[in-house]
């Protein structure tokens, strides 16, 4: 079993940026396909983005592409969610996840706590 630690998040103005990391214990990231999503208050769980295990392919939410980017470090057991061009809309909070099988798109099988992100107008 994994555990996910998400860090990061705060309050930025629109068009700034920030660095969300996930760092894991319990075992080796490279053993997981790795995604973020996020959730803001009376809305859905919406995915953001995802990696596979090798690190070769990513996914993206249509409403972050072109501005967020996912990568992994697998020698620190970290994930990084790198936010650009950040706008009000994309306040919410943010969630690491792991899966073990698939690429975490809807669901996944590991989740950390969140972290929350505020971005002001």
């Known amino acids: 079993q994994v555990q996910l630690v998400e860090s990061g998040g705060g309050l930025v103005q629109a068009g700034g940026s920030l660095r969300l990391s996930c760092a894991a214990s319990?075992?080796?990231?490279?053993?997981?396909?790795m995604g973020w999503f996020r959730q803001a208050p009376g809305k859905e769980r919406e995915f953001v983005a995802a990696?596979?295990?090798?690190?070769?392919?990513?996914y993206y939410g249509d409403s972050v592409k072109g501005r967020f980017t996912i990568s992994r470090e697998n020698a620190k057991n970290t994930v990084y969610l790198q936010m650009n061009s950040l706008k009000p809309e994309d306040t919410a909070v943010y969630y690491c996840?792991?899966?073990?099988?698939?690429?975490?798109?809807?669901?996944?099988?590991?989740w950390g706590q969140g972290t929350q992100v505020t971005v002001s107008s």
């Open positions: 996840a792991a899966s073990s099988l698939s690429i975490p798109r809807a669901s996944a099988d590991y």
């Open positions: 319990g075992r080796s990231l490279s053993n997981y396909n």
């Open positions: 990696m596979s295990r090798s690190g070769i392919r990513t």
